[in-house]
């Protein structure tokens, strides 16, 4: 069992900057490759971003590449997401998730656990 919890969320305007964190407990932290998906009011859970259990790989959304960045240490069992340059379309619940194994499954539907959830508001 993994326990997942984001933070960081909040207000922010246009063109503003935030990163959010999420500390994970119970199994060993290593062995998952993780990430970051959102949910806009209406809209369908979306990939943002992931990262392989060493940290060597990346993904991102065409939506967000070149202003996320995603990355994790192993150390303090935490994922980040940078997030720059933000937009009043990034405005979504975010999420973060573990799957077991080295690399992400290109998937949200293979991801094995799930945290809250922490909310980005991008004001115009």
């Known amino acids: 069992q993994v326990q997942l919890v984001e933070s960081g969320g909040g207000l922010v305007q246009a063109g503003g900057s935030l990163r959010l964190s999420c500390a994970a407990s119970?199994?060993?932290?290593?062995?998952?490759?993780m990430g970051w998906f959102r949910q806009a009011p209406g809209k369908e859970r979306e990939f943002v971003a992931a990262?392989?259990?060493?940290?060597?790989?990346?993904y991102y959304a065409d939506s967000v590449k070149g202003r996320f960045t995603i990355s994790r240490d192993n150390a303090k069992n935490t994922v980040y997401l940078q997030m720059n340059s933000l937009k009043p379309e990034d405005t979504a619940v975010y999420y973060c998730?573990?799957?077991?194994?080295?690399?992400?499954?290109?998937?949200?539907?293979?991801?094995?656990?799930w945290g809250k959830g922490t909310l980005v508001t991008v004001s115009s």
């Open positions: 998730a573990a799957e077991a194994g080295p690399e992400y499954g290109s998937s949200l539907l293979g991801m094995d656990y």
């Open positions: 119970g199994r060993t932290f290593s062995s998952y490759a």
């Open positions: 990262i392989s259990w060493s940290g060597g790989s990346t």
